[in-house]
């Protein structure tokens, strides 16, 4: 059985830090892809940062939103089976919950969406006060 569970969020300040854990299980976790999504009070769900192992020998890739590019870092510890979003420089507008999902690797040209992920996990709240 595929399991993910997010952790790692909290109340921090504006220009603060946090970072969050995507614990996985039941899947190769070297031969998938993880990606983080956010979704704040009133709006809809929206991708984050995503990291693949890709299809082919050196595929592998990280991709980020325009808005947290620079900002937040995703990696994957494959011994503990953890994707890891480092947060800096946080704003309040990236209050909100946030998700980790996994899917199927993908390869290079292919744009990662809500849809290319199967597994969801429950959420970790982030609240960045002003």
């Known amino acids: 059985e595929v399991q993910l569970q997010a952790s790692g969020g909290g109340l921090v300040q504006t220009g603060g830090s946090l970072r969050l854990s995507c614990a996985t299980s039941?899947?190769?976790?070297?031969?998938?892809?993880v990606g983080w999504f956010r979704q704040a009070p009133g709006k809809e769900r929206e991708g984050v940062s995503y990291i693949t192992s890709g299809t082919g020998s050196g595929d592998g890739r990280s991709d980020y939103a325009d808005s947290v590019k620079g900002r937040f870092t995703i990696a994957s510890d494959n011994a503990k089976n953890t994707v890891y979003l480092q947060m800096n420089s946080l704003k309040p507008e990236d209050t909100a919950v946030y998700y980790c999902?996994?899917?199927?690797?993908?390869?290079?040209?292919?744009?990662?969406?809500?849809?290319?992920?199967?597994?969801w996990g429950r959420g970790t709240l982030v609240t960045v006060s002003s």
């Open positions: 039941g899947f190769k976790f070297d031969d998938y892809s």
């Open positions: 999902a996994a899917g199927p690797p993908y390869g290079l040209g292919y744009k990662p969406s809500e849809a290319s992920f199967n597994f």
